[in-house]
């Protein structure tokens, strides 16, 4: 079996992330994102008490749990950056350090706030932490602990930036300032900046036995499915 170092020899350089301001063209990359069942609570069984003149049943009560009510987004905002990497963390920090309260919306294809990319094939690569691709945490170059994230989510609320995630875009109109994600959705803006950064390359002539034991490393999930691959 490889070792982490011999399987980390094989993979490629991470790609660098772009961004760019909206032309006459457009970029869209789609991902596929996992749809997670709402999760029911679980009656316990019935008590049923017999006596020799009546027969009685008695439930006990099950807790409600009260459902989060769904993210509303703006229709119209005087930003909107698609993608969610490095670059559009750094649009946004510029934006607030010029604009204090111009609305904000950041879409991206994957599932997570904006986060580091190096780490996930260096620090991250190498802890010794079993549980270090659920807690997403290393020791950086300071000797401190450090999150793979930029923000958290409620960060990026507080600082007044929509966050769209595990949506990809489908459309945008330069002419109407209107962009459409892929269920449907359309919101207008002011101001619109592409930074969706780079896809890996990937070999089209594999077979389809060979593709199921390849895989890419350039992303969170990779690095999710590598690491414990790598350290059985």
């Known amino acids: 079996p490889l070792s982490r170092a011999m399987l980390f020899s094989l993979l490629p350089r991470g790609m660098l992330s772009s961004a760019a301001f909206i032309g006459l063209s457009f970029f869209t990359v789609h991902t596929a994102h996992a749809e997670q069942d709402p999760v029911a609570p679980v009656a316990s069984d019935d ?11 008695s439930e006990v009560p099950v807790e409600v749990v009260p459902e989060v009510p769904a993210k509303k987004y703006a ?11 490095t670059a559009a963390h750094s649009a946004f920090a510029e934006i607030r350090r010029h604009d204090k309260t ?18 996930l094939s260096k620090e991250l690569w190498a802890s010794t932490d ?11 170059y300071l000797g401190k602990e450090q999150s793979l ?28 300032k209107t962009i ?12 619109c900046l592409l930074a969706t950064g780079g896809q890996p390359r990937e070999v089209p002539q594999l077979s389809a036995d060979i593709k199921s034991k390849v895989s890419t490393f350039r ?8 690491d414990p691959i790598s350290r059985n």
């Open 47 to 57: 008590v049923t008490a017999t006596t020799t003149e009546t027969t009685a049943t």
């Open 75 to 85: 229709p119209s905002y005087k930003y909107i950056i698609v993608g969610a990497g």
């Open 102 to 119: 111009g609305t904000v919306l950041m879409i991206g294809a994957e599932a997570h706030v904006p986060y580091m990319r190096p780490p």
């Open 130 to 140: 079993d549980n270090v691709s659920h807690t997403l945490k290393f020791t950086n």
């Open 149 to 176: 994230e930029y923000k958290s989510p409620e960060t990026y609320e507080k600082l007044g930036c929509d966050l769209l995630l595990g949506h990809a875009v489908v459309d945008l109109d330069v002419n109407n």
């Open 180 to 191: 459409t994600v892929d269920d449907g959705r359309s919101f207008s803006y002011e101001k």
């Open 219 to 226: 992303s969170l999930a990779d690095f999710q499915k590598l």
